[in-house]
Nanobody, 124 residues
Framework: QVQLTESGGGLVQDGGSLRLSCAASGRTFSSYPMGWFRQAPGKEREFVAAISWNTTTYYGDSVKGRFTISRDNAKNTVYLQMNSLKPEDTAVYYC??????????????????WGQGTQVTVSS
């Protein structure tokens, strides 16, 4: 059974940093894309970042230049380094993984496995 477990969320001040981790179990994802999405109250889940099997990275417009996605295939883990955080970054952050080896897109329907989410709150 595939399981994605996020960690690293919390409360941080405007301009601060956090590093999220997502550990995968039940399957090796080194050859598959993984990504991060977020969902704020009353809003749809939106794409944040993705990384392909060969570490090509993709970012949503609102986080470009501030967030960095990376992966450690030996640990079956993907990370999201978040710098210069803003109150509008407040959301539940979800890790996602694809069961196909190519980046199909940046919508929620392109990912097959999801974590339970971790809360990130940025205070002003």
């Amino acid at each position: 059974q595939v399981q994605l477990t996020e960690s690293g969320g919390g409360l941080v001040q405007d301009g601060g940093s956090l590093r999220l981790s997502c550990a995968a179990s039940g399957r090796t994802f080194s050859s598959y894309p993984m990504g991060w999405f977020r969902q704020a109250p009353g809003k749809e889940r939106e794409f944040v970042a993705a990384i392909s099997w060969n570490t090509t990275t993709y970012y949503g417009d609102s986080v470009k230049g501030r967030f960095t996605i990376s992966r450690d295939n030996a640990k079956n883990t993907v990370y999201l380094q978040m710098n210069s955080l803003k109150p509008e970054d407040t959301a539940v952050y979800y890790c996602a993984a694809d069961k196909l080896p190519v980046v199909r897109g940046f919508g929620v329907t392109e990912y097959d496995y999801w974590g339970q989410g971790t809360q990130v709150t940025v205070s002003s």
